[in-house]
């Protein structure tokens, strides 16, 4: 276990300024100064357990107050009291026994090669926290959060949070921005028989991407939902006019005209 465990130590050490207090749930403290290792082995090296908690923090976009508890400005990082230490404690465990399920789906064996993770060729790729979380303690797609939105206010509510978050992340690893993004989330509101809230969503896609073909075939569909057959066509004229390649809504032009 300790062969994997130091593989995917990454990134720089954490300087600790604050002084760690010791808990009083801790068992006997060990030579690396920590008391409540309940899942890694209690001598794991302090710079080991250190790098971990870095990477913790990038994976989930967080802060180490986000899992360990703050008194008067000091850390108790032994306490178990946060739900969200507890919690991650778990997700250690459920992350190596996905790592261990794996490399017996994938036939490869999980202690191949050297220590490194980069440098273990026959090992099977590696599930981290960030595999799942990639810079979000809750890592729920782009579409769930804008449809949870909209139970409250609809799609200018959905549109609202899209357009929130997209400020806020635009560039990271949290969420997917593409053209695709929004069509998506307009195609779910055009299946749930919303068209005018697919063509909010789409024409906000057209300030972001004004050339985007695929946003344009996608309206035309919405469109044509509502009866506006006219419509529908000018707009799969755009988007075949964008895209030349776009066969799909080369073929919804003539199924349309043809009717
Ligand atoms: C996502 C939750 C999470 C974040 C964020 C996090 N930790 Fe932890 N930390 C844990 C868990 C879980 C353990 C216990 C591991 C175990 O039981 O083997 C732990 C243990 C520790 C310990 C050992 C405490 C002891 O005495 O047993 C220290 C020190 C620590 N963390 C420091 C930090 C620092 C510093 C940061 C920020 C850079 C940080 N942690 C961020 C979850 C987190
Ligand atoms: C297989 C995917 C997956 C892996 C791997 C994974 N997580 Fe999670 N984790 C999730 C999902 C999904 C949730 C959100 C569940 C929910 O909606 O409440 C979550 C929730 C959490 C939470 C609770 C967040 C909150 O505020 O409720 C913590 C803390 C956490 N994970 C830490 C970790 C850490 C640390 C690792 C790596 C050791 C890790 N997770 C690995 C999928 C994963």
Same mark, same amino acid.
């Given at each position: 276990?300790?062969?994997?465990?130091?593989?995917?130590? &990454?990134? #720089?050490?954490?300087?600790?300024?604050?002084?760690?207090?010791?808990?009083?749930?801790?068992?006997?403290?060990? !030579?690396?100064?920590?008391?409540?290792?309940?899942?890694? !082995?209690?001598?794991?090296?302090?710079?080991?357990? &250190?790098?971990?908690?870095?990477?913790?923090?990038?994976?989930?976009?967080?802060?180490?107050?986000?899992?360990? $508890?703050?008194?008067?400005?000091?850390?108790?990082?032994?306490?178990?009291?946060?739900?969200?230490?507890?919690?991650?404690?778990?997700?250690?465990?459920?992350?190596?026994?996905?790592?261990?399920? *794996?490399?017996?789906?994938?036939?490869?064996?999980?202690?191949?090669?050297?220590?490194?993770?980069?440098?273990? !060729?026959?090992?099977?790729?590696?599930? *981290?926290?960030? #595999?799942?979380?990639?810079?979000? !303690?809750?890592?729920?797609?782009?579409?769930? $959060?804008?449809?949870?939105?909209?139970? #409250?206010?609809?799609?200018?509510?959905? *549109?609202?949070?899209?357009?929130?978050?997209?400020?806020?992340?635009?560039?990271?690893?949290?969420?997917?921005?593409?053209?695709?993004?929004?069509?998506?989330?307009?195609?779910?509101?055009?299946?749930?028989?919303?068209?005018?809230?697919?063509?909010?969503? *789409?024409?906000?896609?057209?300030?972001?991407?004004?050339? #985007?073909?695929?946003?344009?075939?996608?309206?035309?569909?919405?469109?044509?939902?509502?009866?506006? %057959?006219?419509?529908?066509? %000018?707009?799969?004229?755009?988007?075949?006019?964008?895209?030349?390649?776009?066969?799909?809504?080369?073929?919804?032009?003539?199924?349309? %005209?043809?009717?």
């Amino acid at each position: 276990m300790m062969r994997a465990f130091y593989g995917i130590a &990454l990134g #720089s050490l954490l300087l600790l300024t604050g002084s760690i207090v010791a808990s009083a749930q801790g068992g006997s403290a060990q !030579p690396n100064g920590f008391t409540n290792l309940q899942v890694w !082995p209690v001598d794991t090296p302090r710079a080991v357990v &250190l790098n971990f908690m870095n990477a913790f923090n990038r994976s989930l976009g967080v802060e180490c107050n986000y899992c360990h $508890v703050q008194r008067d400005g000091k850390f108790d990082f032994a306490s178990d009291e946060k739900r969200e230490k507890r919690v991650a404690r778990k997700m250690i465990l459920f992350r190596d026994s996905i790592n261990v399920e *794996l490399a017996a789906i994938v036939d490869k064996p999980v202690t191949a090669g050297p220590t490194s993770v980069e440098a273990r !060729p026959g090992a099977p790729t590696r599930v *981290l926290c960030a #595999s799942c979380h990639h810079g979000l !303690p809750i890592p729920a797609p782009l579409g769930e $959060v804008t449809s949870e939105a909209e139970k #409250s206010g609809g799609a200018i509510a959905g *549109l609202a949070k899209f357009k929130e978050l997209r400020a806020k992340f635009y560039g990271g690893q949290q969420y997917d921005f593409t053209e695709y993004a929004l069509v998506g989330i307009a195609t779910t509101a055009l299946n749930a028989k919303r068209p005018d809230d697919a063509l909010r969503y *789409l024409q906000a896609n057209l300030e972001y991407f004004p050339k #985007s073909s695929m946003t344009y075939q996608a309206m035309a569909q919405a469109k044509n939902a509502k009866g506006d %057959k006219g419509a529908a066509i %000018k707009d799969l004229e755009t988007a075949v006019q964008l895209d030349p390649q776009n066969a799909q809504a080369k073929n919804q032009l003539q199924q349309l %005209k043809g009717q």
